[in-house]
């Protein structure tokens, strides 16, 4: 597809925005003024390049332009990160593909369960306590969680989600 300029000057704009340091008023005023094309153009410049993975903030903010025309490329950029070396921008994949309603959600929460990071555990667990509720299986592996991580202030956010859910192992 080919951008015209003004696109990609755009773009650019929209680039630096969700890639630069935000306070709060530009939080507040949000990115309802770029165009849809720039929007896109955003979402597929990350999705494409391989030199240097994304910020975190910038994979946190990607879900303040989504609309459904760029909801499958945002997947793809979420899916593509979750082996990043940074463990907020793992944090942030999960949540971005909680929101879009992944539909594998809890296969790769799971696996993010063993993540060395307890936000990216809490919010592995934040994924999966809806289905745990329903799956006795599920539910017997977080107990399981519990049990091994309760009492390390290295999981202390995991550990308490899980609690403050329900969710408990009986070998305390």
Do not use: W
């Amino acid at each position: 597809m080919v951008e015209s300029d003004a696109v990609r000057d755009e773009s650019e704009r929209l680039f630096e925005r969700l890639n630069g340091d935000l306070g709060r008023k530009d939080l507040k005023e949000g990115f309802g003024a770029f165009s849809d094309a720039s929007k896109r153009a955003v979402v597929e410049r990350v999705a494409t390049r391989y030199d240097t993975p994304p910020r975190a903030a910038l994979l946190g903010r990607l879900l303040m332009i989504r609309n459904a025309e760029i909801d499958p490329t945002l997947m793809c950029v979420y899916l593509e990160n979750l082996g990043s070396p940074d463990a907020e921008s793992r944090k942030f994949c999960l949540l971005g593909l909680q929101e879009l309603g992944y539909p594998q959600l809890a296969d790769l929460a799971l696996l993010s369960l063993r993540d060395p990071s307890d936000q990216v555990a809490a919010m592995a667990i934040d994924a999966l306590v809806p289905h745990a509720k329903k799956d006795p299986i599920l539910r017997a592996y977080l107990e399981s969680y519990h049990a091994a991580r309760a009492g390390q202030e290295t999981y202390h956010m995991s550990v308490s989600l899980l609690e403050a859910h329900g969710f408990r192992s009986d070998r305390e």
